[in-house]
């Protein structure tokens, strides 16, 4: 595609609820990454993959995010038992190998209730 | 692990110059970026640094200082949509595509 896409772009969830955040990366790219922002901070880096495979797993806050990526291209980031700390905006970024330039999607914004 | 430090805000005049500040600790590092946010947007690439010097891009330049550990990001001739957050971030251990952001810098600028 265009750029990089991500589904949905809101999302409002009751506690307790598990979700899936889903990323497109543009076509090509190898390097894909999750981002988690809240209400006027940095980003927090969470995972990010070469191709399918994850070289580093240590952003992730806990053991109730996963994230998987199947035929180097699209990537799924599942919070399981959400809380109401995860609400933030969940960033997905993707580049082409060894460049430095990341593409940004316009995120999804997650409200656990 | 990685830490950046970046100025929380910063206020400047349009037309004027603006340098944003970065620090950094970080292991096996290979490179430093900068990215521009605005409200409610995604943050888009503005330049990357790997070696020491200035990097200029239109009316955007960034300095990178390995031995220091520093870098920064000059705005010239600022324009009132130059008003975003500024982040940079860092290449460094965990591989070469292991990106990590500082907390950014909100940029506004006045009439």
């Known amino acids: 595609g265009a750029g990089v896409s991500q589904s949905p772009s809101n999302k409002v969830t009751e506690k307790g609820k598990d979700v899936e955040l889903r990323c497109d990366p543009i076509?090509?790219?190898?390097?894909l990454y999750w981002y988690r922002q809240s209400l006027g901070q940095g980003l927090e880096f969470l995972i990010y993959f070469q191709g399918n495979s994850a070289p580093d797993k240590s952003g992730l806050p806990s053991d109730r995010f996963s994230a998987e990526r199947t035929g180097g291209s699209v990537s799924t980031l599942t919070i399981q038992r959400t809380q109401q700390e995860d609400s933030a905006v969940y960033l997905c970024?993707?580049?082409?190998?060894?460049?430095?330039?990341?593409?940004f999607g316009q995120g999804t914004r997650l409200t656990v209730v | 692990g990685q830490s950046l430090e970046q100025p929380s805000e910063v206020t400047a005049v349009e037309g004027a110059i603006v340098q944003i500040n970065c620090t950094y600790q970080t292991s096996g590092f290979y490179g430093l970026s900068w990215y521009q946010q605005h409200d409610g947007g995604a943050p888009t690439f503005l330049s990357y640094n790997a070696l020491d010097g200035l990097e200029e891009t239109g009316r955007f330049s960034s300095f990178l200082s390995r031995s220091d550990s520093y870098g920064y990001l000059l705005l010239q001739e600022l324009q009132m949509k130059d008003s975003a957050s500024y982040f940079c971030?860092?290449?460094?251990?965990?591989?070469?595509?292991?990106?990590?952001f500082g907390t950014g810098t909100k940029l506004q600028v006045i009439p």
């Open positions: 970024a993707s580049s082409l190998g060894g460049d430095p330039e990341a593409f």
């Open positions: 076509s090509g790219h190898t390097a």
């Open positions: 971030a860092v290449r460094g251990r965990g591989g070469y595509q292991k990106v990590t």
